[in-house]
DNA sequence: ACCTGAACACCGTTCAAGT
DNA sequence: ACCTGAACACCGTTCAAGT
């Protein structure tokens, strides 16, 4: 319907981030786009979402805020290479990417792909709250896209199915670990859950539910309080293992070509 | 395990957001704690989040910015007033929350909390937005989350299974809205989506991702361009209904309590 | 082509001082 | 008990000027 490219193009850019359109060029980088993308890594990865101000990430390039600008343009724009940079380092943990989509383990595969997802979301907590607005069409969200369609037109899926299908993992992998990252910058400290009163770990967010819910008047909030106690039992681990089996069986439902192991 | 509170006592204060406890005092209220959140929810409907400071808010409430910090003591903790007051409004939208939970349809009762909630959340778009980091114990959230478990139990799920679906339940919702709203900050132009070329019309967006898909070399994205027109096809509307039919299924199928209509 | 300092127009929050 | 002005320590971004 519309423009197609030539074989071995390069991918064109997308028109929802535009970056200043600078010849490419590579010196003994002092200072330079990828340079200033892996700086601001790992200041993300130190300090968190909080920390990343263009002065700051300048300071740690030893320049000054304004020289930032001229190679990335803006500091969402430089979220944008740090979001697809990451979706990069995501793709790579799936098998080699190589491995070709299998119709009899199409299930699986989708379900190794969701939990690469989360893993990526869990070693970088800013992750998911940088990804809101932001249209994943980078070229490493492209080469993730092209892989997630492929297994769920493998699968079966007719394509439309498909299309909605791979548009609400999305949504609901990084509706699960939004919830699960929230607002927590920093990674957690190496000694996280271990020790005791510690309100940033697991156990002791689920055991502060707990008391809370417990705590309630039992006559305005009798279930509430008749189910304190599973509050604190709460595996994530479990639930988002739960929530995309329950997602991808329900998704097998949809698909038109009947496979041996299931059924309408 | 732990305070039992006694019956009609009032809700006590949740750990996470404290409020600086002042006596509930009322007057001409050229300001209280009341007005603020008002006038708050008044600007970010208008504005979107953005334009949320706590400079702007004291204007609009001819104050200075100092002067609202006696009443709800941070940005933060206004925000989580803000929060349960939205919450608080969707709680009204379905049926009149006395209804009481129907085992025989409980999924049907289930849906109709789950559009509600979306419909909350796109009738203010930075809701979910506010929620991120916000665990919902106000009092407003607790009355929802009491009867979105007493639905769940009566539809025979386990207690454990009960608890995991609701915080899954609210974790899809989000993820599915927060992905819908993006950061679209203002509310859509009353003639958003008729005017043709505006980029933030729903239409428009699906426009631009199919001509970018289809325009992108073939031979490195073989799925994304044969699917392209797909996804200027999406519809919103469909996708959630798929979403949460989808989930809610696999929850039923997980009761144990098995009814008339389902089997394992 | 690339970098800089200085400025502009903002933030959230604190605090001594007022009534 | 409530409100205030002024200050502190920040922001993202622009822009004329440098090399």
Do not use: C
């Amino acid at each position: 319907m519309t423009d197609r490219a030539a074989p071995g193009a390069p991918i064109p850019p997308s028109p929802w981030h535009r970056l200043p359109d600078r010849p490419v060029k590579r010196r003994g980088e002092p200072i330079s786009r990828e340079a200033i993308v892996a700086a601001a890594i790992r200041l993300l990865d130190a300090d968190g979402l909080a920390a990343l101000s263009m002065r700051r990430l300048a300071e740690e390039l030893g320049t000054g805020a304004a020289s930032l600008y001229w190679h990335v343009g803006s500091k969402d724009a430089l979220l944008d290479l740090v979001f697809d940079e990451l979706i990069g380092e995501g793709v790579g943990e799936f098998g080699d990417g190589t491995e070709a989509p299998d119709p009899s383990r199409w299930r699986e595969q989708l379900k190794e792909i969701a939990q690469a997802q989360r893993a990526l979301s869990l070693r970088h907590r800013y992750l998911v709250r940088i990804s809101v607005g932001r249209i994943p069409m980078g070229p490493n969200a492209l080469r993730l896209s092209e892989r997630v369609l492929a297994i769920l037109l493998a699968g079966g899926l007719p394509p439309r199915v498909a299309v909605q299908g791979y548009l609400l993992l999305v949504a609901v992998v990084n509706g699960f670990t939004m919830d699960e990252t929230g607002m927590g910058d920093a990674p957690p400290a190496p000694d996280a859950g271990t020790r005791p009163g510690d309100p940033a770990s697991p156990g002791e967010t689920g055991a502060m539910a707990r008391d809370y819910l417990a705590s309630l008047p039992a006559d305005q909030f009798p279930v509430l309080v008749s189910l304190a106690d599973e509050f604190a039992l709460t595996d994530r681990n479990e639930r988002f293992a739960i929530l995309i089996d329950t997602f991808i069986d329900g998704l097998a439902r949809r698909a038109t070509k009947v496979r041996p192991d299931e059924s309408a």
